[in-house]
């Protein structure tokens, strides 16, 4: 089965809370197979509403993935008994209505918060892993029945604490032991914490369930100095046959712009429809 190549919504809007409909369209005629949204949104919204949305993307051939950054009122590493159980309904309830969707994958900081640091005094991560443990443990069991995928998102230190490398992602999702429980990687991360992204790649294996690609400074793929050509290599020695979604910030403004922190234009007067359909014929040619 061929790789898809898709795209973040977020790409082009600057608030989290937007109408997802216009974009299955857009992304088709980009060249995308694949959009990704909100998974937050998607939970809020009525089920006449999902199913205009399910319906927009079968009619345009378009896979749904669905991403996450939950905040700390729904950690789901959290040590406070409340707001964890609290996490754990408010994803379940996210997994259900992407089985309404007809199931898929949600990738982000599912095992935690966004973003998020060692409490103050702390010094061992281990207890609010063990709580993230013990919520995704039952977490999984929801998407098992719902057809759906938790993966797990290897975040860099300067966004999240929790897990900052695809070797510690690779023991929590098999602690999970869970065939719905797998990992994201995310080029942009890798980039500032692997000693090789390569190598990052090659350890996953068959754990890693989708790969996100950015440039080093989260341009679109093709325009700045990612080592493709080691990516590619890597992702052929794995016989990875995932999504391929590109999380691409450049535009500074807006509730996106703060929370990503993108304090410049990134490109200075950026075509995004342009540059959109120029990364996917990147993208096919050099990755696939």
Not at 161 to 189: G, M, Q, W
Not at 259 to 284: K, M
């Amino acid at each position: 089965m061929p790789n898809t190549v898709g795209i973040f919504y977020a790409y082009w809007t600057r608030d989290w809370e937007v109408d997802f409909f216009p974009y299955v369209k857009k992304v088709k005629s980009l060249g995308f197979d694949q959009l990704e949204i909100h998974g937050a949104v998607l939970a809020g919204m009525t089920p006449e509403a999902r199913h205009r949305l399910r319906k927009e993307a079968e009619d345009q051939h378009i896979l749904l993935s669905y991403g996450i950054g939950l905040t700390a009122d729904h950690d789901m590493s959290s040590t406070n008994e409340t707001v964890r159980k609290n996490a754990v309904a408010f994803m379940k309830s996210v997994v259900k209505a992407m089985g309404e969707m007809g199931g898929g994958m949600i990738g982000g900081t599912i095992h935690s918060c966004w973003p998020s640091t060692l409490p103050a005094g702390a010094i061992d991560k281990r207890p609010y892993l063990e709580k993230s443990l013990l919520s995704v443990k039952e977490l999984v069991k929801v998407a098992e029945d719902h057809d759906v995928t938790l993966n797990v998102e290897v975040i860099n230190r300067f966004e999240q604490y929790l897990l900052n490398t695809c070797a510690e992602a690779l023991a929590y999702v098999k602690e999970v032991n869970s065939p719905r429980c797998k990992i994201l990687l995310d080029t942009f991360h890798m980039n500032i914490e692997e000693d090789s992204i390569g190598g990052a790649i090659r350890a996953a294996g068959p754990h890693l369930a989708s790969l996100h690609l950015g440039e080093t400074n989260r341009k679109p793929p093709g325009m700045g100095r990612m080592p493709w050509a080691e990516i590619h290599q890597a992702l052929k020695d794995i016989s990875y046959h995932g999504p391929l979604v590109m999380e691409p910030f450049i535009v500074p403004g807006g509730q996106i712009g703060r929370d990503i922190g993108v304090w410049r234009p990134i490109v200075e007067h950026p075509d995004l429809d342009a540059l959109a359909r120029d990364a996917v014929v990147f993208v096919r040619k050099n990755l696939m």
